[in-house]
């Protein structure tokens, strides 16, 4: 098992920024290639970007490209989501999740073992 425990999130407006975080207080994340998830209210949950546990691929659904930046501090046993530009459609549940031993592009709730419980982000207009 791995705890997850994802922070950052809150309210912002519409063009502002965010940085998500990631850690686990009971394993180290280096064994695992991340990703970082999203729910919106009545929406199924999607993927929003993928790291590899070198940190040499990252990976990105065509809707988001430039928008969000994925990286990962081994060293600090942390993940992260940069967000930029955000929109009152960015407005959703930010989930943090693990996967072992598979490769890429991870970008299937599937391919994830370990989810941490969420943090909310709100866009205000």
């Known amino acids: 098992q791995a705890q997850l425990v994802e922070s950052g999130g809150g309210l912002v407006q519409a063009g502002g920024s965010l940085r998500l975080s990631c850690t686990s207080s009971?394993?180290?994340?280096?064994?695992?290639?991340m990703g970082w998830f999203r729910q919106a209210p009545g929406k199924e949950r999607e993927f929003v970007a993928a790291i590899s546990r070198s940190v040499s691929s990252t990976y990105y659904p065509n809707s988001n490209k430039g928008q969000f930046t994925i990286s990962r501090d081994n060293a600090k046993n942390t993940l992260y989501l940069e967000m930029n530009s955000l929109k009152p459609e960015d407005t959703a549940v930010y989930y943090c999740?693990?996967?072992?031993?598979?490769?890429?592009?991870?970008?299937?709730?599937?391919?994830?073992?370990?989810w941490g419980q969420g943090t909310q982000v709100t866009v205000s207009s």
């Open positions: 999740c693990a996967a072992e031993g598979r490769p890429g592009p991870y970008d299937k709730i599937t391919d994830y073992d370990y």
């Open positions: 009971d394993r180290s994340l280096t064994r695992f290639a």
